[in-house]
Antibody, heavy 121, light 108 residues
C-alpha cells in the first residue's frame, strides 16, 4: 500500500524559509515522478511543483517559480520542497502526491494527508 | 484564475444520477483526472485518463469527454458520495497542471 507522510509544516514569518519533506513507502520510489499540491484554508487545490523519477526535469506553478525548489532523495525515499521568501498567500495545507509514471507530466495520485504551513507575523 | 471551470455546487437525490462538468480549452488536448475530497481529508483520485478507475473506486463513478468539456458521472449516488469534486488536467501550454475550482456535491 502506498504511504506518503508529509512533515515540516508550521508557523513561519513572511520572508523566511521552510523545508517540507514527504516520506514515501509501499512502492518503488525511484520509478515514479512526485508532486506537491497545496490548498489554502477553505479554498480549492493548486498544483505547486512536480519532479521526474530521476530529478532530470521539474515543473513549477508561476506563483512559486523562483522561490520554491523541489528535490528528491532516492536513498531515503523522500521528496522535499524548499520554500523561500514565503508570503501570506503561501499559507496552505501542502500535500505530496505520487505520479502515475516516470514523468511529472502524467496524472498523479494517491496523496498524503498533508502538512499545514502558516505564514504570518 | 483557473483555466478549468466547474459549477460551484450541484445536488442530486439519493440513488439518482448526477453529472459534474469541467470546461477548459486544454481539455481538447489532455484528459482530466477527478478527485473526491471529503471534509478534513486528503483528495482521493476517482477517475483518470479516458475513463479509468483506481482500484477500490466503485463502478458507479465514470468519466467522459466531449470537445472542451469533461464530465464525471455518478450513477446511483450514495450518501457517502457527498463531497467536493475537483477536475485536474494540464494547462494549454502543457507544462503546468491546473485544477478546476471544485464542485460541492450534495446528496439529498
Amino acid at each position: 500500500e502506498v504511504q506518503l507522510v508529509e512533515s515540516g509544516g508550521g508557523l513561519v514569518q513572511p520572508g523566511r524559509s521552510l523545508r517540507l519533506s514527504c516520506a514515501a513507502s509501499g512502492f518503488t520510489f525511484n520509478d515514479y515522478a512526485m508532486h506537491w499540491v497545496r490548498q489554502a484554508p477553505g479554498k480549492g487545490l493548486e498544483w505547486v511543483s512536480g519532479i521526474n523519477w530521476n530529478s532530470g526535469n521539474m515543473g513549477y506553478a508561476d506563483s512559486v517559480k523562483g522561490r520554491f525548489t523541489i528535490s528528491r532523495d532516492s536513498a531515503k525515499n523522500s521528496l522535499s520542497l524548499q520554500m523561500n521568501s514565503l508570503r501570506a498567500e503561501d499559507t496552505a495545507v501542502y500535500y505530496c502526491a505520487k505520479g502515475s509514471g516516470s514523468s511529472w507530466l502524467d496524472w498523479f495520485g494517491p496523496w498524503g494527508q498533508g502538512t499545514l504551513v502558516t505564514v504570518s507575523s | 484564475s483557473s483555466e478549468l471551470t466547474q459549477d460551484p455546487a450541484v445536488s442530486v437525490a439519493l440513488g439518482q444520477t448526477v453529472r459534474i462538468t469541467c470546461q477548459g480549452d486544454s481539455l481538447r488536448s489532455f484528459y482530466a483526472s477527478w478527485y473526491q475530497q471529503k471534509p478534513g481529508q486528503a483528495p482521493v483520485l476517482v477517475i483518470y485518463g479516458k475513463n479509468n478507475r483506481p482500484s477500490g473506486i466503485p463502478d458507479r463513478f465514470s468519466g467522459s469527454r466531449s470537445g472542451n468539456t469533461t464530465s464525471l458521472t455518478i450513477t446511483g449516488a450514495q450518501a457517502e458520495d457527498e463531497a467536493d469534486y475537483y477536475c485536474n488536467s494540464r494547462d494549454s501550454s502543457g507544462y503546468h497542471w491546473v485544477f478546476g475550482g471544485g464542485t460541492k456535491l450534495t446528496v439529498l
